[in-house]
């Protein structure tokens, strides 16, 4: 395993995390709890020293599976991280119980790494309303939290360097891979960051499996024609590897074979290790990736609010990713996850069609949408 160091604790953290967001599944939707806990313990015993959760991962069950994974000495070999989860706090005291909670949960006594999950332009108007920020000064006063992070999902880089500014954080956590450069806070914000001495922890390297799941043939062509050969992983990971402000990458993972892999790869990624011409196949893999796209909504928002409530930007996005990435199966969480209300609900009385201004017939993909995931 590769090691960088952290440059504000001095710590030494392995290339590879442990995002306990998608834990291997018994058939009833139930996490596989002795495989759960055999895979995150096998990282470890193989130089993975992070491991990342959150409260409402796997719907609260994740932090109590760490928890386990991590008894029999295994606390003490990890820098464990989780995240407050801003949304839930209806008022002040709720930032003590929801910390409490996931003591518990973990069963520890305290976390090393305690983020503000998911700010962003919304939710960071709980962040001030609530003094999130008075709340994690204290908890790290009284040993409950070593490290004070956020992990960023805001649309833009600008609102992303304003926190940055905001706080003297100890630490970041951002969405990074070869498909997502300029998106949220992207390599712009990473390098930011990483200037202030802020270091960098990396989520979605490979945007949620995406760029590993289904390999459409058009992509496939540029891999192969890649005079190095590398799995879709390899590729993947080297591009976020390559960028010497990263600290750790965290990768959501959910059988053995992935952890192997992982451990594989990031054993061997060098920073700074990619030549041009393997920088320019990623670039080329990517401009593919977007010519697949076959609705272009900016995400600009105009059309909002849907009387029904829909959330157009999200079913649009869904919609294009299942062309980009070639697979629909690799949308249905999101579409059954993130989407309230589902697109069925539309009306189709084409106000936001009125509205949008790359004309897009709005109605007709909610409807298209729909239709994909019945
Ligand atoms: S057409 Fe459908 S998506 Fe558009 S505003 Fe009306 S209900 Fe909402
Ligand atoms: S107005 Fe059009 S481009 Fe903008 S978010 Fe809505 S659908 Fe997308």
Known sequence: MKYRTNSKTGESVSLLGFGAMRLPLNADGSIDEAEAVRMIRYAIDNGVNYVDTAYPYHNGKSEPLVGKALKDGYREKVILATKLPVWAIKKREDRYTLLETQLKRLDVPSVDNYLVHDINEGSYNAVKKFDVMDFMREMKAADKIKNIGFSYHGSTVEFFKELIDLFDWDFVQIQLNYMDAEYQAGVAGMKYAAAKGIPVVIMEPLRGGKLVNVIPDTIRAYWDRASVKR???????????????????????????????????????????????????????????????????????????????????????????????????????????????????????KQCEEICPQHLNVSGIMAETAGMFA
């Open 231 to 349: 799995t879709p992983a390899e590729w993947a990971l080297a591009w976020v590897a390559n960028f010497p402000e990263v600290l750790t990458i965290l990768s959501g993972m959910s059988a053995m074979e992935q952890v192997e892999d992982n451990l594989r790869i990031l054993s061997a990624a060098e920073q700074d290790g990619l030549t041009a011409e393997e920088l320019a196949i990623i670039e080329q893999v990517a401009d593919e990736y977007n010519k697949r796209i076959p609705y272009g909504c900016t995400a600009c928002r105009y059309c909002l609010p849907c009387p029904a409530k829909i959330e157009i930007p999200a079913v649009i996005e869904i919609r294009n990713e299942v062309d980009m990435y070639g697979s629909k199966a690799n949308m249905k969480f999101a579409y059954d996850n993130f989407l309230d209300p589902k697109p069925t609900v539309c009306t189709a009385c």
